[in-house]
Each structure stands twice: as structure tokens, then as C-alpha cells.
């Protein structure tokens, strides 16, 4: 498996959420690894492009990904 950029990832996350969350996980790990890589603390996602663009959607998210080791951050805030 090739090395993926953190706006790849990113994009198979936002790929992952509209599948109803298949692979999320691996996703995640691939994320974490790209955003190493390239030296950056947080992963930014577009909220439009969510599923659940609303607060409580957003607050899941960050909370789910912080468990797996990922900060996110919103491109709106």
C-alpha cells in the first residue's frame, strides 16, 4: 500500500463517512500516519462535505477521532 498525502486520506474519510462509516478506522490510521509525515498536528475537514453537519455531528467526530489519536479541526471555525 502506497503512502497516501493527508488531503488523500482526508478525501477517503470523506469517502468512509458517505458509506456509512465502512473502513473508518483504517482511514483513520491512514490520516494519523500522512498528518506524521507531513508534520501537522491536526487533520482539517470541510463541514459541507459531512454527513451530519451539525454541531453534534461535528462534536462526535472530533471526539471519535481523538480517541484514535487524530485532532480535527473545521474549516468554518
Do not use: C, W
Not at 482526508?10 to 478506522?25: F, H, P
Not at 482539517?44 to 461535528?58: C, E, M, T, W, Y
Not at 467526530?61 to 479541526?73: D, E, H
Amino acid at each position: 500500500m502506497s503512502e497516501l498525502t493527508v488531503a488523500e486520506a482526508t478525501e477517503s474519510i470523506y469517502a468512509s463517512l458517505r458509506a456509512d462509516n465502512a473502513d473508518i478506522d483504517t482511514h483513520i490510521a491512514a490520516l494519523k500516519a500522512a498528518l506524521t509525515r507531513e508534520g501537522m498536528k491536526q487533520a482539517v475537514f470541510d463541514p459541507a462535505k459531512l454527513a451530519q453537519n451539525n454541531r453534534s455531528g461535528r462534536k462526535l467526530m472530533q471526539a471519535y477521532f481523538r480517541q484514535r489519536g487524530v485532532s480535527v479541526k473545521f474549516s468554518d471555525q
